[in-house]
């Protein structure tokens, strides 16, 4: 709906103000205007309508105007039930002057009289508001508005609507309630079933079936369903129709909304077509307990083909060992599979990166436990670690601080080992080169033995004549003629040379012979030999410490 100042009422605004006279509106225009569209704005420029479509003219009482702010006053129409019959969907204001002032544009409108009993007259009540600068100076009126009984048409009109739309997003397009305004054939005849359903948002309820008279042709049949004007009142009204139909807005102005109910073959062959669903009490109920399919959940969509099974609901199995791709295991079967992977693990001894037993495992710490509570573990074990307690416990092994070994089983690299026995450390035979440290210096005694009393002949040789002459003096000295002089005790005696000359000496051999030697000992003393440590107080190899658990 649009509404509007005209452009002669702009005009007289500022013709009133320049004369500092009053603006005084007197009358209400109504008229039906063929083909008006009420969302297309006014046209401003635009004239009373012709004569021929006024259809009501109004005296506003003086008790009629009001204010509503300094810049906004407002004009009411009140048409009592003994006015009528007329439709209307223009609305005009004029002033004093004959002048149009102000433009409304509405929905068509109905405005009956009351006709008992033939038809009960309605009453409609219209309010103009005006806003403009000074308005309520340049009207004079001092009535507040907020007195008034206000015209609530086309409010509740928009609730209407309103509430049609939210119900549309609940229910859809259409939503018939079980067995709801079904078309069924009964007797000779056909009728339309009792009961609740919504069509775009429209709430249609029949109290009890109705019949559907008159020859019924082969194709769809239909429910037209629209809100209907009656007195003051929008209510719920639908009709049967054939063929194709489709949504339409009738001559009033009114919308059609038309969904298919059946498809009529024969009068044995019926194909209901409704949307229906086996709601019996209240909807939230219903959702919260529901039993029946939701048809676009993909579990409902689902069919054999997607699966490749030809039966699901029988293609299961309890049993663990089945080797079938077309049949599931249920959950029996899986409990079954899990206790057999338990099962083969019971005894196992794991190292874990932290310091808990992680569930379904013990410390290996050579505790004591229950043979009650770990029957598995204790059917393997038995007593091999430990008795516990004789009769309700037994122990666990001790893998603290151990490095585990796998058990010889007769190979030979560990013969004679009896299983599950602790073994303590031991270091393979194996040689180290060794050096002796230097005593100082020091000797050793030596001699060579006597070989017998002998001994050796020498001779000289013959160097011709010669002479040696001696001087008289006594003395030694030299003479002349390079002689050599010489004292002898008892007498002195000259000796002259004889001239440079040599006598060879000679030796004659004793005859073979051997010297034996010996060396005698260096005194009594040791030579020290010194072997290095290597290694801590054990024999081990590179270790990460982690925890040893056995599964029960």
């Not at 102005?253 to 059946?262: F, I, K």
């Not at 089983?409 to 050096?435: C, E, K, N, W």
């Amino acid at each position: 709906m649009s509404a509007s100042i005209t452009l002669a009422g702009e005009g007289q605004i500022a013709l009133k103000q320049s004369q500092k006279k009053p603006l005084v509106i007197t009358k209400f225009i109504f008229a039906n205007v063929p083909g008006l569209n009420p969302e297309t704005p006014v046209d401003r420029a635009a004239g009373k309508p012709p004569a021929g479509q006024i259809v009501q003219v109004y005296d506003i009482p003086e008790e009629n105007r009001g204010f509503v702010n300094p810049n906004q006053v407002v004009y009411s129409a009140q048409l009592g039930s003994d006015i009528g019959d007329w439709d209307f969907n223009w609305v005009g204001l004029e002033d004093a002057d004959g002048l149009l002032f102000a433009v409304s544009y509405v929905p068509l409108q109905q405005k009956r009289k009351n006709i008992p009993p033939l038809q009960i007259g309605n009453n409609v009540t219209r309010n103009f508001l005006v806003a403009f600068d000074g308005a309520q100076a340049l009207t004079g009126i001092s009535i507040d508005a907020s007195t008034w009984q206000h015209d609530f048409t086309v409010r509740l009109a928009g609730i209407d609507e309103r509430e049609r739309l939210s119900n549309r997003n609940l229910y859809g397009r259409a939503f018939f309630f079980s067995n709801s305004l079904i078309f069924e054939k009964v007797d000779s005849g056909y009728q339309i079933n009792g009961g609740t359903a919504f069509v775009e948002g429209i709430r249609v309820a029949i109290a009890k079936s109705e019949a559907v008279t008159g020859v019924i042709p082969v194709g769809k049949i239909w429910l037209d369903v629209w809100l209907e004007r009656r007195l003051n009142d929008r209510v719920a009204a639908w009709k049967v129709v054939f063929g194709e139909q489709a949504d339409y807005t009738d001559a009033a102005g009114v919308r059609h909304y038309c969904v298919p109910l059946a498809d009529f073959i024969s009068s044995s062959n019926i194909v209901d077509l409704r949307d229906a669903e086996p709601v019996g009490g209240a909807l939230v109920k219903y959702f919260a307990s529901r039993t029946g399919d939701y048809p676009l959940l993909r579990a409902r969509g689902t069919t054999k083909e997607d699966v490749d099974l030809g039966n699901l609901p029988n293609a299961k199995s309890d049993d663990p060992a089945t080797n079938s791709s077309e049949i599931l295991a249920t959950t029996a079967a899986l409990n079954k599979l899990q206790k057999q992977v338990d099962d083969s693990m019971t005894g196992m001894v794991a190292a874990f990166a932290m310091t808990a037993a992680p569930p379904g495992w013990l410390k290996c710490n050579g505790a004591a436990v229950s043979r009650t509570a770990y029957p598995r573990l204790f059917g393997w074990l038995g007593t091999h670690y430990g008795a516990g307690d004789g009769t309700t416990t037994f122990n666990l092994p001790d893998m603290r601080g151990l490095f585990p070994r796998g058990w010889d089983d007769g190979r030979g690299l560990d013969p004679g080992r009896a299983f599950g026995v602790y073994q303590d450390m031991m270091i393979h035979s194996h040689a180290h080169t060794a050096s002796a440290a230097a005593v100082g210096d020091h000797l050793h005694a030596a001699w060579t033995d006597a070989q017998g009393n002998h001994v050796h002949r020498t001779w000289t040789d013959a160097q011709g004549a010669h002479n040696h002459s001696a001087p008289s003096s006594p003395g030694i000295g030299q003479g002349a003629g390079g002689l050599n002089s010489v004292q002898q005790s008892g007498g002195a005696h000259e000796t002259s040379w004889a001239g440079a000359h040599a006598h060879n000496i000679g030796m004659d051999a004793a005859g073979h012979h051997a010297h034996n030697v010996g060396v005698g000992g260096g005194g009594a003393h040791t030579h020290g030999i010194t072997v290095a440590a290597a290694g801590g107080t054990e024999t081990r190899p590179r270790n990460l410490a982690l925890f040893y658990c056995i599964k029960y």
